[in-house]
């Protein structure tokens, strides 16, 4: 079964950089999930996207933004990167017949900022 | 607010042992509950899910029962694999919140020959 695709897979920037990740949701899924785990950390949801517009916003610093296309992926941009940015960012997929609202997760994009 | 607790890890335990990790939540509404395991390096998969009050979620020889009256949903398998090690978190969403996720600490599992 096709999965959530995120790209790049691992990222290097430096500080005060511009970084873009992107996520494919799975297949007629509606709703994509952006979340930032840091080391050791716990996921942190970030915001979300449902029919393409943003349904909700939680700990998203004000340099990052992101949106949802036509065709359902998602990107996030980060600008002005700082070295706490350098975490785990996952993006996750829901919607469809049958999965109630369970949100699959993509593989995560590694952000290192130096 | 809402929020998980689980137990702390690392729990380090021997091939075929009893596992039990406990999670506990505060929420209001009826949350929908989950169990999601991340293998080192890698992303987070839903291991099962309960969306309901006295629900047993279960997969792969895990299972967690959902206590609306002690509001905790402990994961339990009865013999553990050296496949098992990972991390595993405990999860809730509240109905009418974007279905965003909320995430307990996250336990570190050894499974040991």
């Known amino acids: 079964a096709a999965g959530v695709i995120q790209s790049p897979r691992h990222l290097i920037k430096e500080k005060r950089e511009t970084a873009t990740l992107k996520c494919y949701p799975i297949?007629?899924?509606?709703?994509v999930y952006w979340y930032q785990q840091g080391p050791g950390q716990d996921p942190q949801f970030l915001i979300s996207f449902y029919e393409k517009m943003q349904s909700d916003k939680g700990s998203i610093p004000d340099r990052f933004s992101a949106q949802q296309f036509s065709d359902y992926h998602s990107e996030l941009n980060m600008s002005s990167l700082e070295l706490g940015d350098s975490a785990l960012y996952f993006c996750a997929s829901s919607g469809g017949a049958g999965t109630r609202g369970t949100q699959y997760f993509g593989p995560g994009t590694r952000l290192t900022v130096l | 607010g809402n929020s998980v607790t689980q137990m702390e890890g690392p729990v380090t335990l021997s091939e075929e042992a009893f596992l039990t990790i406990n999670c506990t939540y505060t929420a209001t509404g009826y949350p929908s509950l989950f169990w999601y395991v991340q293998y080192p390096g890698e992303g987070l998969q839903l291991l099962l899910k309960a969306t309901k009050a006295d629900d047993k979620g279960s997969n792969k020889g895990f299972e967690a029962t959902y206590r609306k009256e002690t509001t905790s949903f402990h994961l339990e398998k009865g013999s553990v694999q050296v496949s098992d090690s990972a991390v595993y978190f405990c999860?809730?969403?509240?109905?009418?919140?974007?279905?965003?996720?909320?995430f307990g600490q996250g336990t570190e599992l050894s499974v040991k020959p």
């Open positions: 999860a809730l969403s509240v109905p009418g919140q974007g279905g965003k996720l909320i």
């Open positions: 297949p007629r899924h509606d709703t």
